[in-house]
């Protein structure tokens, strides 16, 4: 009789091969490995068959570069995410995505149970549980980091004892996370935030010093608030993101590191190289200061920020993510234009820009010209503006005199007794 299935997030890597080889032997299961390429880069065909030699009972490998592009990292443009004003949710948008897809193929393989290689200290196992639980509560989530007892030395052991391949870079301390909106790397010397994080750690971006020492202008078209051209040539979603992430390696933008508040309440140093989301990000942000009011800008700062909080806090299920999406897809109406960026020795910065949707104008604004806008009109505005701040000052004058007479008159107070 065939075994009941788990369906397994495979990345191809150490931990997950022994989890699949694990899962077999610990829950007396078939496995099924699923394997989303998001843009990580990694050699797909190879970790299929990896996947079949371990001894998958069936293997599944999504493209999923558009989707995540379009529907992930996108509306992220459109909320100018950036958790803790820093990073910008690359790894937090990918996991709500490989747990739908985890879910789709346990329906499809009638599997009991779906497993991801998390371990129980981070935000990702928050990620996938929450999303699984909420497609379907049916399903059993196994984390076999959260159960077995393996150092690294014991996994390293037990992968050999199992005939599971080791690779040379398995020395490597580092966790690594990359898709097509960052690459985030995590533990070793990094652990310890009063030390420099060592070169070897940035693997995408050029260092500074070694960027060219002429600048590059790229110029980003956007389309109701999503990257839609380079360089007044149109491009597909997928294609874009990649060609301004190569544009941002060469001139070493986007590496980034900062003290992150975890969602299972740990602090953590974290390093980032996101040159990709680090451009876009400014560009959209310079677009919108220029067709937006600046009432629009001030909620919209909040709206982003819970946005952005939401899904990194694992909880892109909830249905306030839709609520907000509202207010800020109804802003990013006007958010059509485009925006040249000067890429220079590891800075990104806007230079210029122009929208049909502008609310800057020229003969409005400019000390050249005096029609349309009454310099007159400013004097009683700055009245009436500035009217809570006079009178608050007037009041604090009035305060200040009638306590120096008092003390005045307590100084005269005693010489006019003594006189009697
Ligand atoms: N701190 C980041 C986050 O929580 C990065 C997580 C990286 N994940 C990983 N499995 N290496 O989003």
Redesign the pocket.
Known sequence: MAKKKIVLAYSGGLDTSVMLKWLQEQYDSDVVSVTLDVGQGDDLKAIEEKAWKLGVVNHYTFDSKTEFAVEYVFPAIKANAL?MDT?P????LS?PLIAKKLVEVAEMEDAYAVAH???GK???QV?FDVTIKSLNPKLKIIAPVREWKFDRHSEILWAKEHGIPVPVTVDSPY???QNLWGR???GGVLEYPNKIAPDEIWDWTVPVEKAPNEPEYITIGFHKGVPVSIDGVEMKPVELLQKVHKAGCRHGIGRIEHM?D??VGLK?R?T?EIPAAEILLIAHKDLEKMVLTIHQMLVKREIDHKWTTLV?QGLWVDPLKKDLEAFIDSTQENVTGWVTMKLFKGTAKPVKRDSPYSLYDYNLTSFDINVSYDQGDAVGFISLWGLPSVTSWNLKRKMIEKQTVEEETQKVAPTAKSKI
């Open positions: 958790y990073y949710v690359s790894s937090s996991r290689g998390c371990t981070g935000n990702d990620r966790s690594i996370d985030s790397i995590e992150e975890r969602t953590s974290e980032y990194y």
